[in-house]
């Protein structure tokens, strides 16, 4: 009985050994990171005009192609609705959803999906056309609100709303792009998303942005995040790791411009660790040991990704509150390297 029961146990690790890595596997012999996104938001993902795409997801996504395989463009863009992001990543239509997708509870223990961390703090908000009168939530009795099914915000405005007995009316569209479209057009009174998501979308894809105002209550307290299919735990640390060493190199001062300059002047240890010039943390990932330098340099830190897609010097002009690094009064942070 005891052989057999052996002979059992070294069956089924063996089979757990032959699937694991599959998901990396298959990005390296695809030679591309299928990266499962938005497609219609400024500063998350959007396509320009040449067909170029660019938003914080898009960097990540990139980065982590660097990673992998690196190039930062062995990244191939899916575009997906909040209806279908969960299910294409599990089936494996996309080897990673990055998706301004809010991390909660059910998503990360019932979807066969599992977040990697996060790469953008906001919490609801509602959009209204200043014309309107409405100044904050509570003047919004009967109103008809517009948003994208399948998401997180609408079932936080309906909270609100009962909680203050106060009736509305929900229409629902699978996408922000067409959320928009009919706010602009008349077919509801307020628009609900995002917070970040409707400044961008005011900044950007609204005419005349000072006909509109996004009321100041916040509804929730809303961390996004990148995700890939459970089951791949190679895949899964490369993801997450990848997404903490964008944090951690601008805690520790490393930018696009100076890493692979830093290589042969650090003298800091933990710096050094990042690196590769001391100890192998890549080689622990099954990547090159330069990894952490060629996805810096490739995309650069977590601060210059975000000053790329919503900082000054873009349309959407986003200040930076809690997406800031600790150190400087915000919410993110790296860990620790060794």
């Not at 294409?88 to 959803?97: P, Y």
């Not at 961390?223 to 490369?238: C, H, K, L």
């Amino acid at each position: 009985m005891k052989r057999i029961l052996l002979v059992a146990a070294l069956a089924l690790m063996t089979a757990a050994q032959a699937q694991a890595g599959a998901v990396l596997d298959r990005v390296r012999a695809n030679n591309t990171v299928r990266c499962g996104v938005g497609g219609s938001l400024a500063g998350f993902s959007l396509p320009d005009s040449r067909g170029e795409w660019h938003g914080i997801d898009v960097d990540y996504c990139r980065a982590l192609a660097t990673a992998v395989l690196g190039d930062p463009a062995r990244v191939t863009f899916v575009p997906l609705t909040l209806a279908t992001r969960f299910a294409a990543l599990s089936s494996g239509e996309v080897d990673v959803l990055a998706r301004d997708t809010v991390i909660t509870f059910s998503r990360d223990v019932s979807l066969g999906i599992v977040f990697v961390g996060v790469n953008f703090y906001t919490g609801t908000g509602v959009m209204v056309r200043r014309a309107s009168g409405v100044t904050s939530m509570d003047q919004l009795n009967g109103a008809t609100i517009c948003a994208s099914g399948g998401g997180s915000n609408l079932p936080e405005v309906s909270d609100y709303l009962r909680a203050r007995s106060l009736p509305f009316t929900p229409i629902t569209f699978d996408r922000l792009a067409t959320v928009l479209e009919a706010f602009l057009a008349g077919r509801c009174d307020a628009v609900t998303a995002g917070a970040a998501d409707l400044a961008s979308a005011v900044a950007v894809q609204v005419p005349n942005p000072r006909d509109y105002l996004v009321l100041p209550e916040v509804l929730s307290r809303d961390p996004y995040g990148p995700s890939v299919a459970r089951g791949d735990m190679e895949w899964f640390a490369i993801a997450r790791w990848t997404l903490a060493l964008l944090v951690e190199a601008e805690e520790r001062g490393l930018t696009q411009a100076n890493v692979r300059g830093m290589v042969a002047t650090a003298t800091d240890p933990a710096l050094k660790r990042i690196l590769g010039t001391e100890d192998n943390l890549g080689g622990m990932l099954g990547l090159s040991r330069d990894w952490a330098v060629r996805v810096i340099a490739a995309v650069g830190n977590y601060g210059e990704l975000y000053d790329r897609n919503f900082g000054p010097n873009t349309a959407i002009n986003l200040h930076r509150g809690q997406n800031n690094v600790v150190s400087r009064g915000g919410l993110h942070y790296g860990m620790p390297f060794r």
